[in-house]
Each structure stands twice: as C-alpha cells, then as structure tokens.
C-alpha cells in the first residue's frame, strides 16, 4: 500500500476523495477508510487503460441503475469529476465499471455493517462467524484473526473445487488481501457499533432483524458484482456451483454446518454452548431468505431489462 500511495499521482487521491465527499454530503454513505486508496486506485488505472485504449465491457449497467439507483448517481458524478479534472474522456464502457466497484464497495459496508451488528444485538452471533466467535471467547483470542484463519480455509476448499478452472483460482486467492482488510474492519466496527445487551428485548431484537437484512443485502450485493466475494460468500457461491443449487438453498446449509460445529466446540472445551443463541438460528434462517429474495428480484430484473 504504501508504493502505491507512492506511484499514484496526488490528483487522483483528491478526485477520490471529492467523489466519496460527494456520496456522504449527499445520500449520508458510510465509508470504510480503506475505500479511500481503493477508489484512488481504479481511477489512477481506469485513466492508464483508457489511455493506453483499452476498454472493458460491463453488461450490469441496467441492472445497478435500478437496484442501486443512489449508487448508481455517485458513479455517474464519479465520471464527471475525472473528466473535468484529468481531461480524459472515459469510454462508456468504463463509467459501467466504475459505477460496477461502487455498488461492490457499498456492498462491502453493508456487509461488514451486518455482521458486527449481529455480534453486537448480544441474542447470538451469526452462523458463519460463530466459530472463531466462540473459539476466541474460550480462549481469549483475537475475533478478527480467527476469522481470517477460518476465511483461509475458505478460499483453499474454494481453490480445490474450482482446480479445473485457472481463472477462477486466481479470483479465490484475490480473497486473500480481501479477507485482512474485512477482518480487520470487524475489529474496528466493534468498538465503533454499541452493545445493546443493557437495552430492552425489542431494541435488541430491532437490531437483529437488521443486522440480518442487511447481512443478506450486503453479501447479495457484492456476489452480483463479480468481483471480490467475502470468503464467507465465496465458498457458498462455489458450494452452490458444484451441487447445482441456488445460493440461499445453500447458504442455509452452510450455517446449519457452522452452527453444529460451534456447537461441539463449546460443549468439549466449555462445557457449554458458546456465541450461540436466538440470533444465530433466526440469522442462520434469515440470511438465506434475504439472500434468494434479492437474487429474485435481481434476477426478474435482469430478465426484465435483456
């Protein structure tokens, strides 16, 4: 990060910085920190490509301008402001990508919002976490760490079922860097996000609900993109592939496994179920309800539009 904050021309870091001002003066966005040098970043090499001519085809525009209509508003602002402060007149093709990485970083948010929340509802954490949750609480380990280990694990079962295909390989190793940055958002977001274990049951069960909505959106979001999936999605996506079923079918099934497992890790070495509770199985249900609703609409939408 640092050689590429170094390569990167200043201008680029204030366009970036204009457009995420842009997104928070305006629709009230909540932007990760890491944002900043990743949006700098695609301008500094969508500009390099778009004079080098290169030009990449993106066939979503249709579908993120009606799914993520404010999104969609920010990319075309995006446009605008690199145009106007670089010269460089971006092909159509490459404002459809941009607008693509931010519906995808938006996606991230949601995400990374989602999860913390549910740990932070104190009814139970979210199934695909809940291991490393209750391993760290047994033995007084960093959350964050153990979830990049169980998100490693991840992307190698994703690598092994994806052996025949090389491209898709190096998608799944892409998760890798992916899976630091996100880890290490969780362990700030929970310190950022407040405990509501000392407030009324229905505010705690408020916070649930969204946490799961947004859980659900976030990882929807990001998986329609095609670009960097949360491991934790990742696997699901290449689990559903290879058994020839749809991604909620699937994801439900993947947290009835987690859910087991964290299970048996309490009652050995605890003595007891630990990070499991009303919220894991309402989210272990809800999630992938969230999940096949959206890719539903997705989906009719797309239909719709082709």
């Known amino acids: 990060m640092i050689r590429l904050a170094i390569d990167t021309k200043s201008i680029y870091f204030e366009i970036a910085n204009q457009i995420i001002q842009y997104a928070i003066d305006k629709y009230e966005m909540k932007i ?37 209509p404010k999104e969609f508003d920010v990319g075309c602002y ?3 402001v690199i145009q106007d402060r670089t010269g460089v007149e971006i092909p159509k093709d490459d404002r459809k990508e941009m607008k693509r990485y931010i519906i995808y970083f938006i ?9 913390t929340l549910n740990t932070k509802a104190g009814l139970g954490v979210s199934p695909i976490i809940s291991v490393p949750f209750s391993i760290s609480e047994i033995f007084d380990l960093n959350f964050g760490n153990l979830t990049l280990v169980l998100y490693s694990g991840f992307i190698i079962t994703e690598m092994i079922l994806h052996k025949k295909d090389k491209r898709l ?22 310190y950022i996000i407040p405990d509501f274990n000392e407030y009324s049951i229905l505010l705690r069960l ?15 979001t990001m998986l329609n993109m095609n670009l960097i999936p949360n491991p934790g999605d990742g696997i699901v996506q290449a689990i559903a592939t290879k ?3 749809n991604i909620g079918f699937t994801k439900n099934c993947v947290d009835f496994i987690s859910l087991c497992t964290t299970i048996f890790i309490g009652l050995c070495f605890a003595h007891s179920v630990v990070g499991v509770g009303l919220g894991t199985v309402l989210a272990m249900i809800g999630v992938g309800r969230v999940i096949s609703v959206y890719q539903f609409a997705y989906d009719k939408m797309s239909s719709f539009h082709t």
């Open 206 to 220: 408020f916070a649930l609900f969204l946490a799961i909505v947004l859980t659900g959106i976030g990882a929807a």
């Open 32 to 68: 990760l920190d890491y944002l900043y040098l990743s949006l700098t970043d695609h301008i500094s090499f969508c500009v390099k490509r778009v004079l080098d001519g290169v030009v990449i085809s993106n066939y979503y525009v249709r579908e993120m301008q009606r799914l993520n």
């Open 78 to 80: 995006a446009i605008q």
């Open 107 to 115: 996606g991230v948010v949601i995400l990374a919002t989602g999860l």
């Open 243 to 245: 058994i020839q079923k």
């Open 169 to 190: 390989r190096l998608l799944d190793l892409l998760q890798l860097p992916f899976s630091l940055i996100f880890t290490r958002f969780l362990n700030l977001f929970t």
